[in-house]
């Protein structure tokens, strides 16, 4: 099944200070190894380049050409796609937001939602809760046992 990644698990890998960042790093080495496609979409890969430089979040924030080489590795994936908004999009993001109603934080995971059902992607690697509230999308915690996925 191919799935699309969000950012919080490419930040975990990056930032040696999170719990999470061993298993992080793991889990993204998997990816990068692996056969499935895997969808990188523009706003998950800029959000990470702001997340992961930024020194009010990261204790040792990349600099920007760590985190533009972390991306550049796995954009040069055969197995990695990153589509963009075609002309369809504002029509596949209306009915996103028709069905949820996204303000504030829920507005950048509908649009993830929207390019994902664009783009036939049925899952998304997350530790993001919110995206339960999206009807259709298989909800894949990178770090959670396989019976505990929706």
Same mark, same amino acid.
């Given at each position: 099944?191919?799935?699309?990644?969000?950012?919080n698990p490419l930040v975990y890998a990056s930032d040696t200070s999170s719990p999470f960042?061993?298993?992080?790093?793991?889990? /993204?080495?998997? +990816?990068? !190894?692996?056969?499935? *496609?895997?969808y990188l979409f523009w706003p998950t890969a800029m959000a990470y380049l702001r997340i992961a430089t930024h020194p009010?979040?990261?204790?040792?924030?990349?600099?920007?050409?760590?985190? /533009?080489?972390? +991306?550049? !590795?796995?954009?040069? *994936?055969?197995?990695?796609?990153?589509?963009?908004?075609d002309m369809g999009f504002w029509a596949s993001f209306e009915t996103v937001a028709g069905e949820v109603s996204p303000r504030g934080n829920l507005v950048p995971d509908a649009h993830i939602v929207a390019l994902m059902r664009a783009n036939g992607v049925g899952g998304i690697w997350t530790r993001d809760r919110d995206y339960?509230?999206?009807?259709?999308?298989?909800?894949?915690?990178?770090?959670?046992?396989?019976?505990a996925q929706r």
């Amino acid at each position: 099944m191919s799935a699309a990644i969000d950012v919080n698990p490419l930040v975990y890998a990056s930032d040696t200070s999170s719990p999470f960042h061993e298993a992080a790093l793991a889990f /993204v080495e998997r +990816l990068a !190894a692996g056969r499935e *496609l895997v969808y990188l979409f523009w706003p998950t890969a800029m959000a990470y380049l702001r997340i992961a430089t930024h020194p009010s979040i990261f204790a040792s924030p990349l600099s920007s050409r760590q985190a /533009v080489g972390n +991306l550049t !590795a796995l954009l040069g *994936l055969s197995h990695v796609r990153s589509p963009g908004e075609d002309m369809g999009f504002w029509a596949s993001f209306e009915t996103v937001a028709g069905e949820v109603s996204p303000r504030g934080n829920l507005v950048p995971d509908a649009h993830i939602v929207a390019l994902m059902r664009a783009n036939g992607v049925g899952g998304i690697w997350t530790r993001d809760r919110d995206y339960l509230k999206f009807d259709g999308i298989k909800v894949l915690d990178p770090f959670a046992s396989a019976s505990a996925q929706r």
